[in-house]
């Protein structure tokens, strides 16, 4: 079955230090990865995505993403985090390539702590 | 990318009613997805809406449960139909236009007493 995992509820991180939220996938193919942020009370904003190429992809806000390919991987990661960072985050694929229907991870908690 | 408007934003609904949630995207978008988030939990697929012909709808979703409705390339609707507390959920549109990620509206927060 396809299925995208997020391991751990919830990340809590100092603000200034890095962070990563971690995601791993199953499906078949090719697939597009993706990762959103959802804020308080808000719909989910793209945050950045991989669909080929440099396994390293920056987004907005200065997250960028790590693709791994033999280990299924495509984590979240930001060199300094910022208390406004706070939000929860959630990992998609798209399962059979190309911008179509998502598959979501369970989405983490991102807490920063001044 | 284009923006999402959702009515309502959210609605407390008797059980054994309908409600209709409308997703009206400001320009053409290529596909369009209605999507469940329940409570402390991830965003599940209802269905693809498809222009002028019946909804794709994923397992353990029906259309008599969840007709949904896209009568052009910029507007469709879900009604969630017959409801139950368990149907207490943020319903979310999305849409997506040619070759960009899916983009999404604010989401419709429905709860049913």
């Known amino acids: 079955a396809q299925s995208v995992a997020q391991p751990e509820d919830q990340v809590n991180v100092a603000e200034g230090n890095p962070l990563t939220v971690k995601c791993t996938y199953s499906?078949?193919?090719?697939?597009?990865l993706f990762w959103y942020v959802q804020y308080p009370n808000r719909g989910l904003q793209f945050l950045l995505k991989y669909i080929t190429g440099d396994n390293l992809v920056k987004g907005s806000y200065g997250f960028e993403a790590e693709f791994n390919k033999s280990q299924t991987s495509f984590h979240l990661k930001k060199p300094s985090a910022l208390v406004s960072d706070s939000a929860l985050y959630f990992c998609a694929v798209s399962p059979f390539g190309g911008y179509n229907k998502l598959i979501f991870g369970a989405g983490t908690r991102l807490a920063v702590h001044p | 990318s284009a923006v999402i408007s959702q009515k309502p934003s959210r609605d407390i609904c008797q059980r054994g009613t309908s409600l209709t949630i409308q997703c009206q995207v400001d320009?053409?978008?290529?596909?369009m997805f209605w999507y469940r988030q329940q409570p402390g939990q991830s965003l599940t697929l209802i269905a693809t809406?498809?222009?002028?012909?019946?909804?794709?709808?994923e397992s353990g979703f029906v259309i008599d449960k969840f007709p949904i409705s896209r009568p052009n390339l910029t507007f469709s609707t879900l009604t969630v139909s017959n409801m139950s507390p368990e149907d207490s959920s943020i319903y979310l549109c999305?849409?997506?236009?040619?070759?960009?990620?899916?983009?999404f509206g604010q989401g419709t927060r429905l709860t049913v007493v």
């Open positions: 999305s849409a997506t236009e040619e070759n960009t990620e899916a983009f």
């Open positions: 499906v078949s193919g090719n697939p597009y």
């Open positions: 809406a498809n222009q002028g012909s019946e909804a794709t709808y």
């Open positions: 320009s053409q978008v290529t596909m």
